[in-house]
């Protein structure tokens, strides 16, 4: 075991190395070795949501580590260890973790009764507010990343308007604001949970204490799924009435009728008893057509506003910041601007590309110290024009869908109702709705002239089936690279 211990040790220091300190803190500090065998390595965790979330987001990266430190090792499993039914005390490690961060990380309860959240794809627990002086500046809900802050936030012409909307609700406590709902929208990667998530922080350390909530769309959904199973669904709703900020990221994931027309209640009595909601989807509120109308409508309301792609200045901008914070932990740290600017230039898709470039050279730079131009286009080639991607045509979807599941395209728009053809015909509606700017009308035109709620009905399925089954989700990314080679 020995030998595994050490492999499992190397592994850690490197994945915090590629993570930072605190992300690492946050996700992998209670994961243990739990057993390893000549192949499979096997690691715990003492919830299954910490399970479930590091699965979906870094267990590609763990394996990767794994098979550099050791070729034999071919899977890497992460297990839930077995509970203890002890005291329900916060542990020390979380009570010291929770003092240096924004978010509260409650343990979990025991009893039914005990209403506690956890969050799918976040890993922190949602508990019944708590009352009295242990209320104060806290932000109940996703744990937040401290680095995602006001001050952390650059400013630009592209989201100078959506800046100020939320420093105006982060300053303003518990009172009341003149936009209501905020629904803040753009395409990935151009800081939309940044801008969320700074304003949970800063409204937290308002002067007047408000509760703040900040959650996912994801998150709501399962957890009042999960009180529904319990019987718990009425502690889950009462426990976000007295709440003073609702701040949602990731609309266009909210699926299911009843959970819509829950969370369409929840919207209705903060909205109406002026406590402030945010809201941020990738598209804009009336284009989420799963959206329950009366969602939809409630979000249109208020105040809607696009964050745009980066310009050259708000992208320099961001090097810089990200070289600076970086040289705080290493002073011989020097990229020189030259490099800062034609990355810049070069990189034009959105900030989680950028920051993606900037990671590259900061690694490269360790055995390459004197990085050129032209060595700089070589490492960053896949990025450039990342964001001008091919125009995609409801046809190419069509074709390649067709040919990946040995279907015609003529069956594809025809009739036919077996299984073999209405599960292809699905995906490619909902790849023509996710992959292309077309209405659900002129989506079910091409597809032999169907309704629109067909088409609608085709989208919500394959997003509830890619929810539940990781294979689908592979198959569906599988075919988005297909069609936008």
């Not at 499992?8 to 739990?34: C, H, I, N, Y």
């Not at 490690?93 to 005990?114: G, H, I, W, Y």
């Not at 009172?175 to 753009?186: D, K």
């Not at 809201?279 to 509120?285: E, K, Q, T």
Request: hydrophobic share 40%.
């Amino acid at each position: 075991m020995n030998k595994n211990t050490k492999t499992f040790d190397r592994v850690m220091a490197r994945l915090k190395a590629q993570v930072g300190p605190e992300v690492f803190t946050s996700w992998f500090g209670r994961l243990k070795l739990q057993s390893a065998s000549k192949s499979v390595v096997r690691l715990s965790v003492p919830t299954a949501f910490l399970k479930s979330w590091i699965n979906n987001k870094y267990l590609e990266q763990i394996s990767a580590l794994f098979s550099e430190e050791d070729a034999d090792i071919l899977k890497v499993e992460i297990v839930v260890r077995s509970a203890t039914r002890a005291s329900r005390q916060v542990p020390e490690t979380d009570t010291d973790a929770a003092a240096n961060s924004s978010a509260v990380q409650p343990a979990p309860a025991q009893a039914r009764k005990d209403l506690h959240l956890s969050v799918k794809g976040a890993g922190a627990h949602l508990s019944t507010f708590p009352k009295g002086p242990q209320a104060a500046n806290t932000v109940i809900g996703s744990p937040l990343d401290p680095r995602y802050t006001f001050e952390s936030y650059v400013e630009g012409s592209s989201n100078r308007v959506a800046l100020a909307a939320a420093k105006t609700i982060a300053e303003a406590g518990t009172g009341a604001v003149r936009f209501n709902p905020l629904f803040i929208h753009s395409n990935v990667g151009l800081g939309k949970t940044h801008l969320l998530q700074a304003i949970a922080a800063a409204a937290s350390r308002h002067a007047r204490n408000p509760r703040v909530v900040y959650l996912t769309a994801e998150y709501f959904m399962w957890r009042f799924a999960t009180a529904i199973r319990d019987n718990d669904a009425l502690s889950f709703k009462e426990s976000l009435r007295n709440i003073d900020l609702l701040v949602i990221d990731d609309m266009q994931f909210l699926q299911g009728k009843s959970i819509q027309h829950e969370f369409c209640h929840l919207l209705n009595m903060l909205l109406d008893s002026a406590r402030q909601v945010v809201v941020a989807a990738d598209r804009a509120p009336w284009e989420l057509e799963s959206l329950d109308p009366r969602v939809r409508s409630r979000l249109q309301g208020g105040v809607a506003i696009e964050i745009e792609a980066p310009d050259f200045d708000m992208r320099l901008e961001m090097l810089r910041q990200r070289l600076a914070i970086a040289q705080i932990d290493d002073g011989t740290l020097d990229i020189g601007e030259d490099i800062l600017a034609h990355v810049a230039q070069n990189i034009t898709s959105s900030g989680r590309e950028l920051e993606g470039a900037f990671n590259q050279l900061l690694f490269r730079r360790s055995f390459e110290p004197n990085l050129t131009l032209e060595r700089v286009d070589q490492l960053l080639g896949h990025l450039v024009n990342a964001g001008e991607p091919k125009r995609v045509r409801i046809e190419d979807i069509q074709r390649v869908v067709s040919r990946h599941y040995n279907v015609s395209r003529q069956e594809l728009v025809s009739d036919r109702r077996t299984r073999v053809i209405v599960k292809p015909r699905q995906i490619a509606m909902y790849l023509a709705k996710t992959m292309t700017p077309r209405s659900f009308p002129e989506i079910g035109r091409r597809f032999g002239g169907r309704d629109h709620t067909t088409v609608l009905h085709a989208v919500r399925k394959i997003e509830e089936l890619i929810n539940s089954d990781t294979k689908l989700g592979h198959e569906i990314e599988l075919l988005k690279r297909l069609i936008i080679e």
